[in-house]
């Protein structure tokens, strides 16, 4: 016998049980849905996505609040490298806050998604290295905040997912650029149609993710990298990542071209002269700031 639900009655489905989440609580945030810490005598910077509550969904304060902190920590000579992650040991982020969008106009709608745009933007364009330190699930805006990064390393339990199309919604926030780029095409073009999330481990062993820790020690592992990141010339490391983003798909003299220049700013910069002679002496090199 075919039963149906009655006039009005809620409908339960099995739809979204894969994602291994539902709607973001209605709790308040209690502290800054973003935080700023500085590690390595402030050559370090460590930004949080903080709303562990709502698997740090990103909300329109969040993401304002995150576009100001990338903003700051990119006029601020210092930093040196900045590490992406999110609180708690559950998520990285859950993307989009839907709960908040349930209730949205279609300008109040547009107007947060310029507002995303703006902050995706001021991440891809930052000079200084940038990479995220992804714990646990990361899906939709949350995902692309991490592919926007330099790299990602991960918790063996994260997992990385692009359910948009489940939800009406053609992926946004650069997955459909990123994801050829570090997946094989295919596998990233089921992921954007299908909406199904890879496991930490398939992410790692296709290329989109460089390492992978036990949830315990990411953070540390994450440390640890950027520390060695900002022991080198910042000149320097901007240089090449410089040459590496604005050469990519490029023909390939074109990019030797991009190439060359960078490396030409370095050869004449002090950081060449300091760290030549800190190996003739067998010394750690004092680099100079970045100018910005």
Not at 222 to 251: C, D, F, M, W, Y
Not at 262 to 269: E, G, I, L, Q, Y
Request: hydrophobic residues 40%; glycine residues 8%.
């Amino acid at each position: 016998m075919t039963h149906q639900n009655a006039p009005g009655a809620a409908r339960s489905t099995n739809r979204w049980h894969s994602l291994d989440f539902g709607p973001p609580s209605g709790a308040e945030d209690t502290e800054p849905p973003v935080l700023l810490e500085h590690h390595d005598e402030g050559r370090v910077a460590v930004v949080t996505l903080n709303r562990p509550h709502a698997d740090n969904a990103i909300s329109t304060e969040m993401g304002a609040l995150l576009t100001d902190v990338l903003e700051t920590v990119a006029v601020t000579p210092a930093v040196r490298v900045v590490i992406i992650t999110g609180a708690g040991d559950r998520a990285f982020s859950v993307g989009s806050d839907l709960r908040q969008r349930k209730n949205m106009t279609k300008e109040q709608w547009l107007r947060q998604r310029q507002d995303f745009d703006r902050t995706l933007y001021t991440l891809r364009q930052l000079r200084k290295p940038v990479f995220a330190a992804v714990n646990g699930i990361a899906y939709g805006g949350g995902c692309e905040i991490a592919q926007s990064t330099d790299f990602i390393i991960a918790s063996r339990d994260a997992v990385f997912g692009q359910p948009e199309a489940m939800l009406g919604l053609a992926a946004g926030g650069g997955s459909p650029v990123f994801l050829p780029r570090v997946l094989p095409p295919g596998k990233a073009l089921q992921m954007l149609m299908t909406g199904d999330p890879i496991p930490a481990e398939e992410a790692f062993r296709l290329g989109m993710v460089n390492e992978l820790h036990d949830g315990a020690g990411l953070r540390d592992a994450a440390l640890h990298i950027a520390a060695k990141i900002a022991s080198n010339s910042p000149t320097a490391v901007q240089a090449v990542k410089h040459a590496v983003r604005a050469g990519q798909g490029e023909p390939i003299e074109q990019a030797i071209a991009i190439m060359m220049e960078a490396h030409w700013r370095s050869a004449v910069h002090p950081d060449r002269v300091e760290g030549i002679g800190a190996f003739n002496d067998d010394r750690d090199p004092v680099f100079r700031d970045a100018d910005y």
